[in-house]
């Protein structure tokens, strides 16, 4: 049997929820006890553009839990809007701000869990007392952006950053009327792809006359009582309604700062293989932590609701005196780009780059079904593999549903070592709507058996 232990989870999202109700099953003994500092707990953030487009009619379905319900379920005792302000490591206590009452209460911990997550990313030109100006993070957000879009009048919006939330922002104002302006810093639209991608999603954009706006740090607003009323673009003003920022997101380590922790070259806390901070008694997980690539073997930040999930049940447990561990991951992400979707697995080509990491690289664009099929559309794929082991590094698809298999497939490929030529010798399903007579990967492979 277990002994009697307090255990703190800070965070109330993707990781923290898992991290507390594993805690709890591992150690029923012990009292776990989560303080979130907003509304809500357990929700689901890559749905938010969805919502945001009305394809998922209530924000509040992408709410899993609330207090009442995760207490009864999980045996959780959760604090909503509470505010951990501070940690003691040497009492091993927490600071915890009502912010109801505006009443700060301390609470004592054997076991501590950061899941604090991230932060969004600052415009310079934009204070927070803004009205009309918000990320889309929350539910809280997507609320308040679907108030925005109800009271609009010119059907006029700007979303800045065109990463994954920013095309899917764009998608789901286009659906909804909008005209809208996608502002990006980088000369072309997601910076974070390989130029072949760039392009074609550049292509895209025009053919849905999104209005895409590169150097957006050259651009200047106009303010009217607390409101962006517009922006100017080569001496020529526009009148918008609202601007959702999308520039991305940092780790929130202000408390693990605060704390004394160690921080990564990322910003996230450092952590081993256990999830322990560099305070043995202090865990943590999520998008907040930093991670170790499997690939590079080196430190890396992946915020991805996936990986903060497995994080958590990995945290919680061993906050509960378990004993599981965390293995090097490998970055495997897809969004929906208008008609299309993009799926992105490994490294990408920038980060070999920065990396000095020598490669080859692959690419072509084939028929997703066979021609003669009228759902037949082109998909284009392109795999960066190493030049002398021929070991895969990394892969890229634009084109169908079918990218998120092609995806798996190579992330399988990675973590089992095996050369992309062997894509070549892979037995793949083929039925005329749903494959094509010579699979992409297969294309590719062969293509990388030819290269010297």
């Not at 487009?53 to 995760?70: N, T, W």
């Not at 003691?88 to 109801?100: A, R």
């Not at 204070?127 to 929350?138: D, G, Q, Y």
């Not at 061993?318 to 008609?339: E, M, T």
Request: proline content about 4%; some cysteine; charged content about 25%.
């Amino acid at each position: 049997m277990k002994p009697e232990q307090t255990i703190a989870v800070v965070g109330g999202n993707a990781a923290g929820a898992a991290a507390a109700a594993k805690a709890k099953r591992i150690n029923p003994n012990a009292k776990v006890i989560l303080f979130e500092q907003s509304n809500y707990i357990s929700t689901g953030t890559c749905e938010l553009p969805y919502v945001l487009s009305g394809e998922i009619e209530d924000p509040h379905s992408i709410v899993l839990f609330d207090e009442q319900k995760f207490e009864y379920e999980k045996n959780v005792k959760v604090f909503t809007k509470h505010q951990v302000e501070k940690i003691n490591v040497h009492t091993k206590s927490i600071l915890v701000l009502s912010l109801k009452e505006l009443k700060p209460v301390e609470f004592n911990y054997d076991k501590l869990i950061l899941a604090t997550g991230t932060r969004v990313k600052r415009v310079p030109q934009f204070s927070s007392e803004l009205t009309n100006v918000s990320p889309l993070k929350s539910v809280g957000d997507v609320i308040r952006i679907k108030k925005f879009i109800s009271e609009a009048k010119q059907k006029k919006a700007c979303i800045i950053g065109s990463g994954y939330i920013g095309l899917e922002t764009s998608e789901a104002l286009d659906k909804l009327g909008f005209e809208v302006y996608l502002m990006e810093q980088a000369s072309e639209p997601f910076p974070s792809a390989d130029k072949e991608i760039r392009q074609l999603v550049k292509k895209i954009l025009n053919e849905k006359k999104i209005k895409f706006l590169a150097d957006a740090e050259n651009l200047q607003f106009r303010f009217n009582n607390f409101k962006v009323v517009e922006f100017v673009s080569e001496g020529r003003s526009t009148d918008i309604d609202f601007i959702i920022n999308c520039t991305g997101f940092s780790p929130n380590n202000s408390l693990a700062f605060q704390a004394k922790l160690d921080i990564g070259k990322f910003g996230g806390i450092k952590v081993n293989n256990r999830l322990q901070t560099s305070q043995k008694d202090i865990y943590a997980c999520g998008d907040c932590i930093e991670i170790k690539n499997f690939i590079t073997r080196s430190d890396d930040y992946i915020p991805l609701a996936t990986l903060a999930q497995r994080q958590g049940h990995i945290a919680g447990e061993n906050a509960a005196l378990g004993n599981a561990f965390l293995q090097p991951v490998i970055k495997n992400i897809s969004v929906k780009i208008f008609s299309n979707y993009f799926a992105q697995v490994g490294l990408s080509e920038q980060e070999l780059l920065n990396k000095n990491i020598p490669y080859s690289s692959v690419g072509e664009a084939v028929p997703n079904l066979v021609k003669v099929m009228k759902e037949s559309i082109i998909v284009f794929g392109k795999i960066l593999y190493d030049r002398s082991s021929k070991k895969i590094l990394g892969a890229s698809f634009l084109g169908g549903k079918e990218v998120s298999g092609y995806a798996d497939i190579i992330s399988t490929y990675i973590k089992n070592n095996i050369p992309v030529t062997q894509l070549a010798n892979t037995e793949y399903n083929y039925t005329p709507p749903l494959s094509p007579f010579i699979n992409l990967l297969s294309v590719l492979g062969r293509k990388a058996g030819r290269m010297k």
